[in-house]
């Protein structure tokens, strides 16, 4: 395997996800091996970009001593394996905060079915990852533990709201980290820190939030350094659980073999900016034009096209404030007292809604969603920008304009995103190339309904043919001002 040549960290932390789990099942390396490698990582890196702010070491090494090796057959077992979870979602006996002041010394005293699932699968927990407060934004950065940077230089943010998730993994920390994604808050950052992340159909990796669990706008979702690895933890968060009632029974394949065994796309749909619905800088498209156009080579068809999207920005906006109101919305007044302005913000547009606003948002995703479903039995894949800039220095909260278009909030920057929350389309990021300035760029891609096998497979011949793969892990860039 190819490594970056700039990386000084354990060897055993530039292990992919998946060849670490075989050499797990195979018991040539122990979880305890991992865990030396990570947590050596994690100190070496973190004061630079500071994407793990809480540690949970006893409480992994007594986790990885329990390891039980009879589920080595399982597709999602991961045997061992050191991960991150983000610090929206609780993990037993561990500082949970959400990003926000009146929670920063909670004590989660359960997992989350999800976390519970994945400890089950051979998963270890070594840290919480950051995340913008509840979540809200495009950059990672909260009241509690401060910013998250972008490996590839420290001066620029890492997007959010998974930015630690995505910083993490690609500095070396971790192997695979968790996620989740409502404005493009996994893809985001994995597209600027050059790694790769799905947004799963709802249900597909666990369920929604416990006090809002039908809820099909937020979703969980895996974070890895390739493509198979994240089809290895896709496998390990997949599976029905009746605690969770939107959770889908795993697929008769795993993700892994589907990736494993992929054949090369016929025809991809490429949009570089939805019919005008969202700007998108020159530089930005000519990446993924180049992208794409490498996929010809082994006799794919790119197309420009673009399905009917009348009525995304309004459904999005509506759905998302609901979302909001239900839960922030909810909290006890002591803890919303000291939210930031932004999230208030938030808050305030969800309780503002009308009955026909919602009724007319449930209406228009299902003709987003029936304007879809002929366009994708057309292609392989939608094609398009996970977003339209590079990377901004990590003190500004979102950019001002895109291309020469104004921004009015952290989410308007964000459009590429909405499509495929509002229709309940999978979606995943891969790493598309990079700017001049040397910063990663991803393209994202949107599949049929439930089609998370072949957005992997889609992705894998990207990952091929890009140029870009194997170039992680990076140790932090730090360039002066």
């Known amino acids: 395997m190819l490594r970056n040549p700039s990386y ?57 001593s329990k390891i039980d090796s009879t589920y080595s057959d399982q597709p999602g077992w991961l045997a061992g394996l050191p991960i991150s979870i983000k610090d929206l979602t609780p993990v037993k006996d561990v500082r949970t905060t959400w990003g926000t002041p009146a929670l920063a010394d909670f004590i989660a005293p359960e997992s989350s ?32 533990f401060g910013a998250t940077c972008n490996p590839w230089d420290i001066r ?9 998730a995505a910083a993490s993994i690609a500095s070396g920390e971790t192997w695979l980290a968790h996620g989740s994604d409502l404005a493009g808050s996994l893809r985001t950052p994995v597209a600027y820190c050059g790694v790769v992340g799905m947004r799963p159909s709802p249900g597909r990796a666990g369920g929604a939030n416990p006090n809002h669990a039908f809820n099909v706008e937020g979703v969980d979702g895996p974070v890895a350094r390739s493509v198979l690895d994240t089809a290895l933890f896709l496998d390990a968060m997949s599976g029905f659980d009746p605690r969770m009632p939107l959770s889908l029974e795993a697929p008769t394949e795993s993700f892994q073999q589907a990736v494993l065994t992929a054949i090369p796309p016929t025809r991809i749909a490429y949009s570089p900016d939805l019919n005008g619905f969202a700007p998108v800088e020159p530089e930005i498209d000519a990446i993924l034009r180049t992208c794409l156009e490498r996929l010809e080579t082994i006799g794919t068809r790119i197309e420009l096209a673009c399905p009917d999207l009348t009525g995304l920005y309004d459904t999005y906006r509506t759905l998302r404030g609901a979302y909001w109101a239900a839960l922030p919305g909810r909290l006890p007044p002591e803890v919303q007292e000291g939210f930031k302005e932004t999230l208030r913000d938030n808050v305030a547009f969800g309780k503002s809604l009308t009955l026909d606003q919602l009724i007319d948002a449930q209406r228009n995703r299902s003709v987003l969603y029936s304007n879809m479903q002929p366009f994708l039995e057309k292609f392989d894949v939608f094609a398009m920008p996970v977003v339209g800039t590079e990377q901004g220095p990590v003190e500004i909260e979102f950019p001002p304009e895109v291309n020469g278009e104004r921004v009015d909030d952290y989410v308007d920057w964000l459009r590429f995103s909405f499509l495929s929350t509002t229709t309940s389309l999978p979606s995943i990021s891969v790493p598309a190339g990079f700017t001049k300035s040397g910063m990663p760029v991803g393209i994202q891609l949107i599949g049929p309904s439930r089609g998370e096998a072949k957005l992997l497979a889609v992705a894998s011949f990207i990952e091929k043919t890009s140029g870009v793969a194997n170039l992680l892990p990076i140790d932090p860039v730090i360039k002066s001002d």
């Open 8 to 64: 000084r960290g354990p060897e055993l932390c530039a292990l992919s996800a998946y060849d670490a789990v075989q050499l797990l099942k195979r018991r040539e390396i122990s979880p305890s091996d991992l865990l030396n490698a990570a947590f050596t990582r994690i100190a070496a890196v973190e004061p630079h970009i500071n994407a793990l702010p809480t540690l949970c070491e006893d409480r992994a090494r007594m986790a990885s």
């Open 113 to 144: 079915f999800l976390v519970q699932n994945l400890e089950t699968r051979g998963g270890v927990v070594v840290g919480k990852s950051n995340t913008p407060e509840m979540g809200a934004g495009g950059n990672t950065f909260n009241a509690v």
């Open 156 to 164: 620029m943010n890492a997007g959010g709201s998974s930015g630690g």
